[in-house]
């Protein structure tokens, strides 16, 4: 037999191979074009990017190909995924497909683990959270897998919109195992795409590009005034109320994403209110919470779910008819990603933006005074899709690079342009008024001076204050301003507090300049600058049982607990937050007491979830044993 009719004799038994899998594993009959080449690319041994969008199948070209190539000896697969919940719903459904697949991730009894690591050979597929990939015992165990995929791999990118550090440091699989690499997502533009591969290391892989046109989901935008929360609220719950929602037979569900945890319940009360039956979910609930509200969405119990941004990845609903961001997410990426998760099923479902200017001060003040890279093009991405008159799919088609070309058909600009038109030049025009107002009204302001005795008000509030506080708070202050850090600070119980309530802000900006000016008041501080009067002394904080020195030494009495404040202080640092959003003292203490040796032990100590456990247990694990 010549050579090519060798090697088409083995082509052909591939094909019947993977088609026996396709129909007697995963009850399927055929293969989007797309999905055939990840497969043959995975099969091969060549490194792939799949990007194909949400409810396509991306799973499918590497579950089938894994299971294929286990089963003629050629080894496990190793997928990174990002998500506890994702890992094991994924290795249930494999299960009862009668598939060798496990997971290894901090929610999995460590006896269980270790019995994994000795056998990693046993099993077709071998999920693993990234966290997990750090501990020294795990990465020695998987030198022997033969393929490695990396589910939802924008989440390595800087400049992608789910950003984790934990998969930035993936690269060493290459440069370690050598093993050919796929990784899949939904939505990634041309440059996260390339900033995978090269952190990933792989080699002229092969690019998978599926439509980015969804033909089932029609997308629609609303636009609103800036800030006017309210309105939108009404609007959306008028939107649901109209689609049935209220109905406690309702068919399907909806998901509505608003980018604040007080927006979120704010718009599940109105819901409920209105006789919608809600639930919500976001990252300040306790994990029980949040549990309890994903579960009770998935059984239909409460068909309406309001969430940030934290729900929904690896979520895979059928029946979503409707997506609604009562405000923009931070990118375009993001919004693709989270109204994909509507009409799964393949029937019709919407997806809605209400869209206002003021969305761009909220996500400037999420991104801080260091947003990440992309960050601010990404919401102009989305700021031009939702004030455009063009096909919205083709937008998106543009944005992430995809080969759609065609228009949708069915989004609000296709099937009323002009309604649209005129719904972008009253935003603008009265965008524009607001701006002329916003001008005059900081012209006025600028105008006011203090006079002599509310000059005093500021001295005095100052000369009344413990230590030193910054010049907003002492402005915020002096308007009566009932912030949480006002309160919080102490503020409020200054004797002239609110003493100049109803003057504008500048006013009292410039009398503070003018008592800076005049030596009255002097900075405090370098990093944070402070307002203090002139030749006054700052009393040392009183500490109970000693001085301030002598707490600093208690401060770490052993080395476990100065390793772990090291730590805690690092990762507050690398995530931008306050060291005690990492761990708490009392968490700190904790573990030097109990010294936890397993995930089961480290999930007992208090303040210890399994999100701290998954991001951070490897690490504590391994101080702890020192």
């Not at 589910?151 to 800087?158: L, Q, V």
């Not at 033909?215 to 009404?234: I, M, S």
Request: net charge positive; proline share 5%.
């Amino acid at each position: 037999m010549s050579g090519a009719a060798l090697r088409g004799t083995i082509e052909l038994a591939m094909q019947t191979a993977v088609q026996e899998l396709l129909e007697g594993t995963f009850a399927l009959t055929a293969l989007r074009p797309e999905q055939a080449l990840a497969i043959a690319a995975f099969i091969e041994g060549r490194d792939a990017l799949v990007v194909l969008p949400t409810g396509y199948g991306k799973s499918l070209c590497f579950q089938l190909p894994a299971l294929l190539l286990a089963r003629r000896g050629e080894g496990s697969t190793l997928v990174v995924s990002p998500l506890i919940a994702l890992m094991n719903d994924q290795v249930a459904a494999l299960r009862a497909r009668g598939v060798r697949a496990c997971a290894l991730h901090s929610g999995v009894p460590w006896s269980e683990q270790q019995g994994v690591l000795e056998d990693l050979g046993a099993y077709d597929l071998v999920y693993v959270s990234p966290e997990r990939l750090e501990n020294a015992r795990v990465r020695r165990a998987v030198q022997q897998v033969t393929r490695v995929v990396i589910d939802e791999a924008h989440c390595i990118s800087e400049w992608g919109h789910d950003f984790r550090p934990e998969y930035a440091r993936l690269g060493w699989l290459k440069r370690e195992l050598g093993a050919p690499i796929m990784a899949l997502t939904a939505t990634a533009t041309a440059r996260v795409r390339d900033h995978i591969v090269s952190s990933l290391g792989m080699r002229d892989p092969l690019r998978v590009d599926g439509p980015s046109v969804r033909p089932n989901l029609r997308f629609l935008v609303a636009l609103h005034q800036a800030n006017k929360n309210d309105t939108r609220t009404g609007w959306a719950t008028e939107l649901l109320v109209a689609r049935g929602f209220a109905n406690k037979r309702v068919a399907g569900r909806a998901i509505l994403y608003a980018a604040t945890r007080k927006r979120v319940e704010a718009v599940q009360r109105a819901l409920r209110k209105a006789g919608v039956r809600a639930g919500y979910y976001h990252a300040g609930r306790s994990e029980s919470a949040r549990s309890n509200a994903q579960q009770l969405f998935q059984q239909g119990k409460t068909p309406v779910l309001v969430a940030t941004s934290a729900f929904g990845m690896g979520i895979d609903m059928p029946d979503v008819r409707i997506v609604l961001h009562v405000e923009a997410p931070g990118t375009l990426e993001s919004y693709v990603q989270q109204a994909g998760r509507a009409g799964r099923d393949g029937q019709p479902a919407e997806c809605w933006l209400a869209f206002a200017e003021g969305d761009a001060r909220i996500h400037e003040r999420l991104r801080g005074k260091n947003p990440a890279v992309g960050a601010v093009d990404g919401f102009r991405a989305l700021s031009d899709y939702a004030l455009g008159v063009r096909c919205r799919q083709l937008v998106i088609a543009d944005h992430l690079q995809s080969t759609s070309s065609a228009t949708c058909g069915q989004c609000d600009v296709c099937s009323d342009a002009s309604a649209v038109l005129a719904q972008v030049q009253r935003a603008q025009s009265q965008r524009a008024a607001t701006e002329r107002a916003r001008g005059k009204r900081r012209e006025e302001e600028l105008e006011v001076t203090l006079e002599p005795s509310q000059r005093d008000d500021v001295f005095a509030f100052v000369d009344a204050l413990a230590k030193p506080i910054g010049r907003r708070y002492v402005m915020l202050a002096l308007r009566g301003s009932r912030l949480k850090a006002i309160v919080r600070k102490g503020l409020a119980k200054n004797p002239h507090f609110g003493a100049l309530k109803g003057l504008p802000e500048a006013a009292i900006y410039a009398a503070l300049d003018s008592l800076l000016h005049e030596g009255l008041l002097v900075p405090k501080g370098q990093k944070y600058p402070t307002l203090w009067i002139a030749g006054k002394p700052v009393r040392p904080r009183r500490i109970e049982g000693g001085s301030p020195s002598a707490r600093k030494k208690r401060a770490a009495s052993t080395p476990l607990e100065a390793e772990l404040r090291r730590f805690r202080r690092n990762e507050a640092k690398r995530r931008r937050v306050k060291p005690y959003q990492v761990f708490q003292d009392k968490t700190l203490k904790l573990l030097c007491e109990h010294k936890p040796t397993s995930p089961q032990a480290l999930l007992a100590i208090w303040g210890i979830g399994a999100e701290r456990a998954e991001k951070y247990g490897a690490k504590l694990l391994e101080l702890c044993a020192v």
